[in-house]
């Protein structure tokens, strides 16, 4: 893009800010019994104060209220939405239009903030104003570059009583990667993949170990065919004698803790956090990398006596973790 | 049923784990209570013309659900009075969502709750409840 | 002919970019800014310069460089391997060319969009750019994605052995932290740093907590490289090489050195210090400041024992000390170092390295002779002693 178009682009961009996304909202039902219910059951809620007249007068609130989450759910479009918004309906999607047109294709929600009045009353009818409050700097982001857009709602009731606020933040990007991200929509696309961790290369000099790993249940220790010494991580040539022929021995799987980590951030798909990474020493003398499951984070002292487990994720992989020492 | 008091509440103290199995009907049926007709949210194969593998939850049943969790803990006097979310990746049929809470801080009757969900994707939401609990 | 590095070469010329965190340019563009303004610091024309070194990790091939910037005729290039290791490497090929007169004038650049392009603190899941993807297979599957995780595992076990803990942590970040905010070229100038600010920032891999670790920036940074004969004829006071040199220890890996008897210890470093205490005839006692490679806190720790300003595991105490203050026994990475300044994968250490030797630092002790500087911690590495000319 040109830096003329760039500018003509921001210029336009900056004008939506401050602008009402189009008239006030008025919700289709007032709050009621029935749409509480079905939240209430869809969300496995099971509050007293929701749900019956009984209960809720044992609670603060005296009388029926509606969850404070579903505020929003008051003023949705509903059914009108199945059909999409090809054609913009109102200035937030001739906005997204606009930089969608000019390559900003991803969009992504990122934050929201909703604070609660109050709680809302069975026979209130909720009242929703949209505003475009927001829109950032050209960022850079993991997705791609692209505006933050944020827009800010107030609900209020039939009689102008301020029932509470909501901003929502969402990202419109140019997608850094042709891949599809897991939250980015829009294109007709190769489907994506739920996540695994991070599987080795099956080479010439490391895929043995996995697939005996993986065949035969063990932990494999390379051992050279000349000299006999171990070696871990698995490489081509004996650091003793120069012998490059080798076998393997079944390590014990009794182990202890050298040294670990609790990894926290990033985090990244396919795995679950937060992770005890570790480096143990196996009995035979090797040490290898692993991470340490069954185990509560204060249970974790450096030194203690652990065994190998053979993990099977719900991919199939096959890897040794440890766990504590029976 | 009572409810938690804010000086009963230490910060970093955990909430007790939710592991939320997430089903078909659990995504549809959140999307309809909110009305929130948007495809994806009830229609596979609209969410496949998108590049996902399935149709995915709404915001509004993941806020739904960690609500629930953090009231169901705190007890029915609590009342909800913000909550910010950070959005992550998707929750999917067949997805687990381990959902994780711990006090963050207290002051007076208020109590700042975090509350995460991840799932095989990743992280899912991480919320930020502000209550107000009896004195 | 010379049979060492001492006192054959100095760094004449020093540039950099402006760091941030989104450029808006290429790699290229802040490489050859960066390149530019070091020619110019020395006061040469680029005609002059016959040589260049880099990073294996850059993006900016030589050739590129040359021709963007004017370099005419080149008799010397050279890469060095391993990330932030490398930094010193780059001085080092460029003082064998210069010394052994295969090169007159040697630029040295890193440029890299490390924020807004391929972030390293990504870690190695993403696009490989290591030909050691085997390597880096036996951590990946496990979670052991990060350097700040592998790091994590050798500062954990150094501070269960020391008694290290994260206040000592806290004094290495918030002194540099403090030396950013005289530093208007730091990405962290204008925001000093609290106890509580440090505690207070989330854990990422523990013992490390956010501001345990250093940033992701973009930026070029560029060094010229000549002989000190040469030297006394541009504009700049030079900073005399004492002593440099590579180092790489006996099972040596990048980032994952796990297979050590004492994973409490940096060897690598401990063979850096050997060389170039020996090269310039120079101890500890005689080093006036420093710049020790701060990709995270406890690198900090295990260097000062490593280079022999305190015993081993006394670090702890020689840090609470104040010593690494301006005032202090050691001022170190005075223009906030990679925590605090930017991260250049080191090449900016070396940088300000030069400057305490001009007397140029935004925050210049008195009477420095001496500069020490490190390259990265945890990977094949190397040191240098800088003096006056
Ligand atoms: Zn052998």
Same mark, same amino acid.
């Given at each position: ?246 076998? +393997? ?41 692993? +991470? ?35 | ?135 | ?41 020395? %006061? ?25 910037? %004017? ?147 973009? %930026? ?106 301006? %005032? ?62």
């Amino acid at each position: 893009m040109s830096d003329e178009k760039k500018q003509a682009l921001e210029a336009e961009i900056r004008s939506y800010v401050g602008k009402p996304i189009g008239p006030e909202v008025i919700g289709r039902d007032p709050v009621n019994e029935p749409m509480i219910r079905q939240w209430c059951d869809a969300m496995g809620e099971s509050h007293p104060a929701y749900l019956d007249v009984d209960g809720a007068k044992g609670t603060v609130h005296g009388e029926i209220v509606a969850p404070p989450t579903m505020l929003q759910a008051w003023v949705m479009e509903g059914w009108d939405m199945h059909e999409g918004y090809d054609e913009p309906k109102n200035e937030q999607h001739r906005l997204h239009k606009l930089l969608a047109d000019n390559g900003y294709t991803g969009v992504l929600g990122t934050n929201t903030e909703e604070n609660y009045t109050r709680y809302l009353k069975l026979g209130e009818t909720v009242k929703a104003l949209t505003v475009i409050d927001e829109i950032s700097e050209e960022k850079a982001t993991g997705a791609g570059i692209g505006y933050f857009i944020t827009t800010k709602t107030a609900f209020e009731n039939q009689d102008g009583e301020e029932l509470g606020s909501m901003s929502f933040r969402v990202l419109r990007f140019k997608p850094a990667n042709p891949q599809p991200t897991a939250s980015a929509a829009g294109g007709e696309e190769a489907v994506a993949q739920k996540p695994s961790r991070i599987k080795p290369p099956m080479g010439h000099d490391n895929g043995w170990w996995w697939e005996r790993v993986a065949d035969d249940g063990v932990i494999p220790i390379q051992r050279c065919t000349s000299c006999e010494k171990l070696r871990h991580p698995p490489r081509p040539m004996c650091d003793g004698c120069g012998h490059q022929g080798f076998d +393997s021995i079944d390590a014990s799987g009794k182990a202890t803790l050298t040294t670990y980590t609790v990894v926290h951030y990033p985090q990244f798909p396919g795995y679950e956090y937060p992770i005890i990474s570790i480096i143990v020493d196996l009995e035979e003398g090797e040490r290898m990398a692993s +991470s340490l499951i069954d185990c509560e984070r204060e249970d974790v002292k450096i030194g203690m006596a652990l065994e190998a487990v053979i993990h099977e994720d719900d991919d199939g992989f096959k890897i040794p973790l440890f766990k504590p020492a029976s | 049923m009572t409810t938690l008091k804010a000086n009963e509440l230490e910060t970093g103290q955990a909430l007790p784990d939710l592991d939320f199995k997430t089903t078909t009907t659990v995504v549809a049926g959140g999307a309809i209570a909110s009305r929130d007709y948007t495809p994806v949210h009830h229609d596979k194969a609209a969410a496949i013309s998108q590049g996902l593998p399935d149709m995915f939850m709404n915001i509004l049943t993941t806020q739904g659900i960690c609500s629930r969790y953090v009231t169901d803990w705190a007890g029915p006097d609590a009342i909800v009075t913000r909550v910010k979310t950070k959005l992550g990746g998707p929750n999917m049929p067949g997805d687990t969502l381990k959902i994780r809470g711990k006090v963050l801080s207290t002051d007076g009757d208020a109590a700042e709750i975090e509350v995460t969900g991840n799932n095989a994707w990743g992280n899912h939401v991480t919320a930020t409840f502000s209550l107000r609990l009896p004195a | 002919m010379p049979t060492t590095l001492h006192n054959e070469a100095a760094i004449a010329g020093i540039g950099q970019t402006a760091y941030s965190k989104n450029s808006g340019v290429s790699e290229l563009q802040l490489a050859t800014e960066a390149v530019r303004a070091a020619i110019d610091d020395a %006061g040469i024309h680029p005609s002059e310069v016959d040589g260049l070194v880099t990073y294996t990790m850059d993006s900016s091939d030589e050739v590129e460089v040359a021709r963007t910037v %004017g370099i005419g005729d080149m008799t010397y290039w050279s890469q060095v391997n391993y990330g932030g290791g490398a930094a010193v490497g780059l001085i080092t090929h460029a003082a064998m060319a210069v010394a052994t007169g295969q090169a007159k004038n040697v630029v040295v650049y890193r440029a890299l969009n490390g924020r807004s392009g391929q972030r390293m603190g990504q870690g190695v899941s993403g696009n490989i750019i290591s030909s050691d993807l085997i390597h880096w297979s036996w951590y990946m599957p496990f979670g052991l994605l990060t350097p700040a995780s592998w790091i994590a595992l050798q500062a954990n076990l150094y501070m269960e052995k020391y008694g290290a803990t994260s206040e000592h942590l806290a004094h290495v970040a918030i002194t540099q932290r403090m030396h950013a905010q005289n530093n208007p070229n730091a990405a962290m100038y204008g925001k000093p740093m609290t106890m509580d600010d440090y505690m207070n920032s989330r854990m990422v891999c523990e013992p490390l907590r956010l501001f345990d670790c250093c940033q992701e920036d973009d %930026g070029g940074v560029a060094l010229l490289i000549t002989t000190p004969e040469r030297a006394k004829d541009m504009k700049q006071k030079p900073a005399v090489m004492r002593a440099v040199t590579q180092a790489s220890f006996e099972g040596q890996e990048q980032m994952t050195s796990f297979y050590r008897d004492d994973l409490a210890a940096l060897p690598e470093m401990e063979l850096a210090a050997k060389i170039v205490y020996e090269m310039s005839g120079l101890g500890p006692k005689d080093i006036d400041a420093s710049c020790l490679y701060d990709a995270f806190t406890p690198e900090i720790l295990m260097q000062l024992e490593a280079f022999g300003f305190c015993g081993k595991g006394e670090a702890k105490d020689f840090v609470t000390a104040d010593s690494l203050t301006i %005032g202090g026994a050691l001022p170190n990475n005075t223009h906030g170092g990679l925590l605090s300044e930017a991260y250049m994968h080191g090449v900016n250490n070396i940088a300000e390295g030069v400057r305490l030797i001009r007397g140029e630092s935004c925050n210049q002790p008195e009477n420095v002779e001496h500069v020490l500087v490190t390259s990265g911690v945890g990977v094949p590495t190397g040191a240098v002693i800088f003096g006056q000319a």
